[in-house]
């Protein structure tokens, strides 16, 4: 065999060298800082929180859950008020419609009204009183709600005066008597009309009729909303001058723990001083 050149023998060692250098992985170990006495304890990284509130002073962000309350109050508002509306508009026109079996007449009447009709109810009221209760019932309903939206008003005019207390839990109540008064008020007008369409007449409910249904869920759904919102509104509000008294403890059983608290420590510290005081006078008068 031919001995191989120098200059080949430093081109392979070369070439081994490039490869062995292209194998080689580099490790980023970061200083992380150290416990006294034991240098292998890494302290842990506790994670920040990211989130833009928590940089924010707790005065403002007080002000915006204040303000979040009040436009939810102002949303269970304009519920209440456009079903009030509603129920309004529909209450004076017709919510029934009779067809009499015999000679095909189409008769009209609602809540309010009455037709003129041997067959139909007359303004004279009757035994057993379904139509007069169905009224009661509505004007309550009516009346429970208005305040409530008086209430809700006043609130959101906080310079004219004071806030009612616990005003959510009060609207959700009035919203809840109110929806429960308008769904007495339907059933018992729906028992008025089967009653007088037992035998000769044959009778077809209106869309103003079901429109009163649809006011009555959203007064249901104005009291749960109102419930919820006093439900968080009973957290209570942050307060910057609350302090809290800082406890040292140790990580992972390393490091020195506070035993004693401040006040305790200052107590002892201020009897160590007055003991010392009194040893140096007596021995000022001894000598």
């Known amino acids: 065999m031919l001995r191989q050149v120098p200059w080949q023998l430093e081109r392979e060692l070369a070439a081994k060298m490039e490869t062995k250098e292209q194998l080689t992985f580099t490790f980023y170990c970061p200083k992380v800082p150290k416990v006294k006495g034991y240098r292998k304890y890494q302290r842990p990284t506790l994670p920040t929180n990211q989130h833009p509130g928590a940089s924010m002073p707790p005065q403002r962000l007080q002000q915006h859950v204040d303000q979040t309350h009040a436009y939810i109050r102002m949303f269970c508002g304009s519920l209440c008020g456009f079903s009030l509306l509603t129920l309004i508009c529909m209450s004076p026109l017709n919510w029934v419609q009779f067809l009499v079996i015999n000679d095909g007449l189409e008769l009209y009447a609602g809540l309010w009204i009455s037709c003129n009709h041997e067959l139909c109810w007359s303004h004279t009221p009757k035994p057993p009183y379904y139509l007069q209760y169905s009224r009661a019932f509505f004007l309550i309903s009516v009346l429970t709600i208005l305040v409530a939206l008086g209430w809700l008003f006043r609130a959101c005019l906080p310079r004219r005066g004071r806030m009612t207390p616990n005003l959510d839990l ?6 809840f008597i109110s929806a429960s ?4 008020c339907l059933i018992l007008f729906l028992a ?3 009653w ?3 035998d000769a007449m044959e009778s077809d409910l209106l869309w103003t009729y079901h429109i009163n249904w649809g006011s009555d ?6 009291g749960i909303i109102s419930f919820l919102n006093h439900i968080t509104s009973r957290s209570p509000p942050l307060d910057q001058n609350v302090t809290a008294v800082p406890i040292d403890k140790s990580r992972l059983g390393i490091g020195p723990v506070t035993t004693v608290p401040p006040a305790e420590d200052a107590e002892s510290g201020f009897q160590t001083e007055s003991t010392s005081e009194k040893e140096k006078k007596l021995s000022s008068t001894e000598l």
Not at 170 to 175: A, G, N, T
Not at 217 to 222: E, S, T
């Open 181 to 184: 008064c308008l769904l007495l």
């Open 192 to 194: 008025q009309v089967h």
């Open 170 to 175: 009060k609207v959700s109540m009035l919203s």
């Open 196 to 198: 007088h369409s037992r």
């Open 217 to 222: 869920f959203l007064y249901m759904f104005a």
